[in-house]
């Protein structure tokens, strides 16, 4: 069976300092790969997503980036951390693209920066 | 663009009653998937019930059911007999198409009380 592992569950960092979050996923391969960011008490707004190794595409423009250096490893990273990157920080993968295909999430990441 | 509204930001429903939350969708192309997720207080996103756009029936799963309106484009999420454990977020989304992206409502808190 398939299974997320995403970590750290929580992180406090102070605003400058660097942030990776990993994420990998098992029993699947080349999954489609996400990155959402929820604010507090809000919906979810993806950040980026990947159909492949390498390949990452970018929905919001910030100082946040991704990595995709294994089929089933997704990294999500920042050189400098702002107080705006506060928030739950979800990740998930996607089957063989079809139209009722749901989105497997992680357990997620508290981020607070300060 | 797509776009998903849910415009009850909280609920409250009685045990062993049932309620229907409301969820409300924007898209021109005629291809999409309908998806609703539960967010416990963990945080964690979990995947209730689906609905395809050339579906002629609506979705049932358990306990949930989606009353799919397509001329309305509307897609609620009906919860029948509700319990304690259902109090959480809930969350509409749409996936147009062969698109990548999964767009999410804000969410409706849902409260069950005893």
């Known amino acids: 069976s398939q299974t997320i592992h995403q970590w750290p569950a929580t992180l406090v960092q102070p605003v400058g300092s660097p942030l990776s979050l990993e994420c990998t996923v098992e029993g699947t391969s080349n999954p489609n790969l996400y990155w959402y960011r929820q604010a507090a008490g809000r919906g979810l707004q993806l950040l980026f997503y990947?159909?492949?190794?390498?390949?990452i595409s970018s929905e919001v423009p910030q100082n946040l980036s991704a990595s995709r250096p294994q089929d089933r490893q997704f990294i999500l990273s920042s050189k400098k951390l702002l107080l705006s990157d506060s928030g739950f920080y979800l990740c998930?993968?996607?089957?063989?693209?079809?139209?009722?295909?749901?989105?497997?999430f992680g357990s997620g990441t508290q981020l607070s920066v300060l | 663009a797509q776009k998903i509204t849910q415009t009850q930001p909280g609920m409250f429903v009685q045990e062993k009653e049932a309620v229907t939350l409301d969820c409300t969708y924007d898209t021109s192309d005629p291809s999409y998937g309908l998806f609703w997720y539960k967010q416990p207080s963990s945080g964690e996103m979990i995947f209730l019930i689906y609905q395809g756009s050339y579906d002629q029936q609506n979705a049932t799963e358990g306990r949930y059911s989606l009353n799919f309106q397509k001329a309305r484009k509307s897609a609620n999420l009906v919860i029948s007999a509700s319990q304690l454990g259902d109090s959480a977020m809930y969350f509409c989304a749409m996936r147009v198409g062969n698109g990548q992206n999964f767009v999410f409502g804000p969410g409706t808190r849902l409260s069950v009380l005893p």
């Open positions: 990947s159909v492949g190794i390498g390949q």
């Open positions: 998930a993968w996607r089957g063989q693209p079809s139209i009722g295909e749901k989105l497997f």
